[in-house]
C-alpha cells in the first residue's frame, strides 16, 4: 500500500512541475508519462523485493538457523588435538576432559559403541559397569590423562565432541577406541564417517572378540 501511495503521489508531483516548467504542452504530456511509467515500474520491483525478503525458507514449514545437510550440524566449541586432564568417566566410551582454563568438553569415542550405564527408566545393560570400570582403569593408571585425536566428524547428532582416545600404557600407546571392542566391552560402528584405516581395525578387534568369546560376545554366544 505504501508503494501504491507512492505511484500516486509521483504522479501529483509530475503534474504540478510540468505546469511550472517551459515546456511545450505536446511534450509535457510525454514527459508525464515517462515519469510515471518509472514510477511504477519502481513499485513492481520494489513489491517484489519487500515480499521475497519477507517469506520464510524453504524447509518444509520449518525456520532453520545455520548450516545444515543431510547430518547434524552445528557451532560446537571443539579442543585441539593433544593431552588432557580427565574430570570423569561417563561410561566406557563417553569421558570428560579439561584444558588448561578449566573448560569441560564431552568426548565420546568415535566407532566405538559401548553398553549403556544409565538409559531413562531402565537398568543398566549387560557389561556397562565392566566397560566403565575398564576405561576408568586404564585412564587412572596413566594420572587421568589421554591424548585425543580427531579421525572424521567432528561432532554427533547430540552435539557430543568424537574422538580417539589414546592412553599410555607400559607396552606402549593403545587407542581406547580400539581396545574396546577387542575386550568385548564395546561394538564396532562401522558406518558412520571417520577413517577407513580405522574401520578396517576396529572391525578386526571385534572379530578377535567375537572368535574368542569376551564378555558381550560370550552373553550372545549363550543365547544362540
Not at 518509472?38 to 519487500?50: C, E, H, I, K, P
Amino acid at each position: 500500500m505504501a508503494s501504491r501511495r507512492g505511484v500516486n503521489l509521483t504522479s501529483d508531483i509530475t503534474r504540478q512541475l510540468l505546469r511550472l516548467l517551459p515546456i511545450k504542452s505536446g511534450y509535457k504530456k510525454w514527459l508525464s508519462v515517462v515519469v510515471i511509467l518509472v514510477a511504477v515500474v519502481g513499485y513492481v520491483l520494489f513489491d517484489s523485493n519487500t515480499s521475497d525478503s519477507n517469506a520464510l525458507p524453504e524447509t518444509g514449514g520449518h525456520q532453520t538457523s545455520g548450516h545444515q545437510t543431510g547430518e547434524h550440524q552445528k557451532k560446537i566449541n571443539i579442543p585441539p588435538a593433544g593431552v588432557y586432564k580427565v574430570s570423569r568417566v561417563i561410561d566406557g566410551d563417553t569421558i570428560e576432559i579439561q584444558d588448561n582454563f578449566g573448560v569441560k568438553y564431552r568426548i565420546r569415542l568415535i566407532g566405538s559403541n559401548a553398553p549403556e550405564t544409565a538409559k531413562p527408566n531402565a537398568p543398566a545393560e549387560p557389561f556397562a559397569v565392566q566397560a566403565t570400570n575398564f576405561t576408568k582403569t586404564l585412564i587412572e593408571r596413566n594420572g587421568n590423562q589421554a591424548r585425543i585425536a580427531f579421525d572424521g566428524d567432528r561432532v554427533d547428532k547430540y552435539d557430543r565432541i568424537l574422538a580417539l582416545v589414546n592412553i599410555n600404557t607400559p607396552q606402549g600407546e593403545i587407542c581406547l577406541n580400539e581396545i574396546l571392542i577387542k575386550e568385548g566391552l564395546a561394538r564396532a560402528r562401522l558406518q558412520y564417517n571417520y577413517s577407513d584405516y580405522s574401520k578396517e581395525r576396529f572391525r578386526k578387534a571385534e572379530q578377535n572378540a567375537k572368535n574368542a568369546r569376551r564378555n558381550i560376545w560370550r552373553q550372545q554366544s549363550r543365547k544362540r
